[in-house]
């Protein structure tokens, strides 16, 4: 065989495996989209739901331990449990989708400022604290922050010997009542919801009726949080200078708050919530190097900038304030990546 017909059929096999790892590379994407799905509707999405569950249940063993012995080492652990409840669920806000927000499982845990004046009324009061009385309560006599303000107090000194038997009654109906909204949610999840997030595109799914349905509402869910943490939970009470309108003023947890919803977006990007798995990085990889480095790079600023506030959110907002704004505009910036890269981006490939 002579050199010039080698070179060509050298140059011949190297084309046509150029061609098979681009076929195969189209066969893999495809169930690449498949598996995010999967992933993220089961270790993402379901598992954080069962981890809230779970943090709920220890929050409400916690109030049951200190109803019964009331110190402060019982006060320090429940508070503590509130805390670590709060993680999750603030984390989880980076998808607020489902029925999470169908069934107003949102609103009836996480409204705030609280009222304190039908706080006080209600404590003041003599309706029993039974399960339906807790439902049928307003949105914001109910959820995290009227536990918040039993367990810490107004101004986040209240010790163990200030409870009232009727403060302690309140605080377990309450705890009581988180426990089973986050137990609906959870079992949504479990029982049907995972699987109409997982098979979208599929037929018969009426609720997501493409895949790029489910990928849109992803984005759609990191971008909102975005939007209500820089625009909402912190621009309204800095403008205002009003600490009544802080989300966690009690426990001075606000800027906890903030950056557990930020670190939310990259669990949904990543598709790792406590195991690693497959998620809208790896589709971004695969065909936008430069989104992904964009994208993260805005995330790890967003994280630092709320880092760089080391005083409570209440004092920051007078006393910090340009450590504030920088926090606003970095977790904005990353809102523009979200919004006006990687969504198009979702429109273009996530078919």
Known sequence: MNTRVSTLLLLAAA???SCQKDDDKTTDVTALKKDILVNVSTNVITASYTDMNNKATALANAVTALESTTNDANLSAARQAWKDMRVVWEQTEAWLYGPVS???IDPR???WPVDFNALDAQLAGSAQFTAAYIDALPEDLKGFHPIEYLLWGKDGSKTAAAFT??????LQALTDNLVALSKQVDDAWKTGYSTTFATAGQTGNSTYTSLQSAYLEMVAGMADICEEVANGKMKDPFDAQDTNQEESPFAKNSITDFTNNIQGILKM???DYNQSGVGLEDLVRNYN???DSDLKA???AAIAALNAITVPFGQAITS?????QTAMAKINALHVVLQNQLQPFVQQYAK
């Open 15 to 17: 084309a046509f495996s």
């Open 298 to 300: 805005a995330h790890a």
């Open 269 to 271: 990007y990543q598709g």
């Open 102 to 104: 169908s069934e107003d």
């Open 289 to 291: 190097l430069s989104l």
């Open 109 to 111: 845990i996480d409204t």
């Open 320 to 324: 910090q304030q340009s450590q504030v």
């Open 165 to 170: 038997a009727r403060e302690k009654s309140y």
